[in-house]
């Protein structure tokens, strides 16, 4: 079983529509959680941290079930701008006494005029 | 403004050849991480440092291999580069030990003939 899961899409949305991205991962074990955005040929850049009681940042709304091992993210209102990929990301304890990233492959949103 | 950069953005190689790839951040960051990101398999972890002279094996770490000399720089080197090393590379840094975010470089496309 992958680490990190996500549907990968294509999600097509018009502008102005309500969107969802699921994330489940394996190890119950991991500590931290954040969503990655990333556009065509771009580096990944940090979209928000996950926190157990759920955060908004404007527009965008994230939610974890440690029970559930499930990570969500909504995007409301969207925007043509919204256009990209989205990852799930888990940090995990390694062997080393570290951390790692555990990168979900990606959730792919087109959001259309 | 504090930044991480990558040197080149673009190589072609030949087959065999040893390619050094650069990674400098002035955040002055002690975790830096080497990826590489390919279609179907989302972003794997080659190698990563938690400060100077550490160094430690990732994922797919056969074939290359890391140096921390200095806090602001891991180049990564493909000993003997080979077609299978055609990827997409990212650098990345974190500031501690921990379940934290990290933080991306442009990414150097690299092609091996």
């Known amino acids: 079983r992958k680490e990190v899961e996500q549907d990968p899409g294509p999600f097509n949305v018009p502008e102005g529509a309500t969107v969802a991205f699921n994330c489940t991962y394996s190890n119950s074990a991991s500590q931290s959680f954040f969503w990655y955005r990333q556009d065509c040929r771009k580096e990944p850049k940090l979209l928000m941290s996950v926190y157990s009681s759920g955060n908004e940042d404007g527009r965008f709304t994230a939610q974890l079930n440690r029970a559930s091992q499930y990570i969500s993210l909504l995007i409301r209102d969207s925007k043509l701008s919204d256009s990209a990929t989205y990852l799930c990301v888990v940090n995990t304890r390694n062997s080393n006494s570290g951390y790692a990233l555990n990168f979900g492959k990606g959730t792919s949103l087109l959001v259309t005029p | 403004d504090a930044e991480i950069t990558q040197s080149p953005r673009h190589k072609i190689t030949e087959t065999g050849r040893q390619v050094t790839l650069a990674c400098h951040q002035t955040?002055?960051?002690?975790?830096m991480f080497w990826y590489r990101q390919d279609l179907g398999h989302g972003l794997r972890l080659i190698h990563y440092?938690?400060?100077?002279?550490?160094?430690n094996k990732g994922e797919v770490s056969d074939g290359y291999s890391v140096s921390r000399s200095n806090t602001e720089d891991l180049p990564l080197t493909l000993e003997s580069a080979a077609s299978s090393q055609t990827s997409v590379y990212f650098c990345?840094?974190?500031?501690?030990?921990?379940?934290?975010?990290?933080?991306f470089g442009p990414g150097t496309r690299l092609t091996v003939t």
């Open positions: 955040w002055n960051h002690n975790n």
């Open positions: 990345a840094s974190s500031p501690e030990p921990g379940p934290y975010e990290q933080y």
């Open positions: 440092s938690y400060g100077v002279q550490d160094t």
